[in-house]
């Protein structure tokens, strides 16, 4: 089993800044790569960023020059550094990890959700 634990969610004016941490644990033989999607009511999910183990980087138009996305490997870790946030960044955020279990084939993986308000 392999289990990722989301933080670092919560409530922020517009214009500020957050940042979103994501775990990956359980029986990892290796992780391909690892991101950050984020849905709002009535819409699908929307790849925000993403980051490969190799460290190629790829991010949505919406968010470019705003969020930087940062992974520890070796610590099967991921970070999404949010800033200049805006009321159109609130959305539940979803930690993703394609990840090749122990024993198994390579899989997506995904947290719980972190809800993330920008709100005055």
């Known amino acids: 089993q392999v289990q990722l634990v989301e933080s670092g969610g919560g409530l922020v004016q517009p214009g500020g800044s957050l940042r979103l941490s994501c775990t990956a644990s359980?029986?990892?033989?290796?992780?391909?790569?690892m991101g950050w999607y984020r849905q709002t009511p009535g819409k699908e999910r929307e790849l925000v960023a993403a980051i490969a183990n190799g460290g190629r980087t790829n991010y949505a138009d919406s968010v470019k020059g705003r969020f930087t996305i940062s992974g520890e490997y070796a610590k099967n870790t991921v970070y999404l550094q949010m800033n200049s946030l805006k009321p159109d960044d609130t959305a539940v955020y979803y930690c993703n990890a394609v990840v090749r279990p122990t024993g198994g084939v390579k899989s997506d993986y995904w947290g719980q959700g972190t809800q993330v308000t920008v709100s005055s």
């Open positions: 359980g029986s990892i033989f290796s992780i391909n790569g």
